[in-house]
Nanobody
Framework: QVQLVESGGGLAQAGDSLRLSCPAS????????MGWFGQAPGKEREFVAA????????HVANSLKGRFTISRDNPKNTVYLQMNSLKPEDTAVYYC????????????????????WGQGTQVTVSI
């Protein structure tokens, strides 16, 4: 098993930047594909970004490309979400997720593909 704890959320103004962190504990972190999802009030959990084992491949939701970046530091067992030029519509609880994979190039965009989740961190963006 792996335990995930998100941090870095908070209150921001439109145009600000935030960096979310998600350190993982437990099994070999580098063997996990990682992802970030956002859930706004009253909405389903939506894909934000995903990254492969060694960070060689990433995928960001089309609507967020150019503003959000996912990265990971395997020696620190941590995945990050850099959020730039924040907008009020980015307001959501952001969750990181982990999924063990046998293939280093695995990358998952569906929340159903992930077995392990953090508790979430709230990001609120005001005008």
């Amino acid at each position: 098993q792996v335990q995930l704890v998100e941090s870095g959320g908070g209150l921001a103004q439109a145009g600000d930047s935030l960096r979310l962190s998600c350190p993982a504990s437990g099994r070999t972190f580098s063997n996990y594909a990682m992802g970030w999802f956002g859930q706004a009030p009253g909405k389903e959990r939506e894909f934000v970004a995903a990254i492969t084992w060694y960070g060689s491949t990433t995928h960001v939701a089309n609507s967020l490309k150019g503003r959000f970046t996912i990265s990971r530091d395997n020696p620190k067992n941590t995945v990050y979400l850099q959020m730039n030029s924040l907008k009020p519509e980015d307001t959501a609880v952001y969750y990181c997720a982990a999924q063990p994979s046998a293939y280093s190039g695995s990358l998952y965009v569906s929340p159903d593909a992930y077995d392990y989740w953090g508790q979430g961190t709230q990001v609120t963006v005001s005008i």
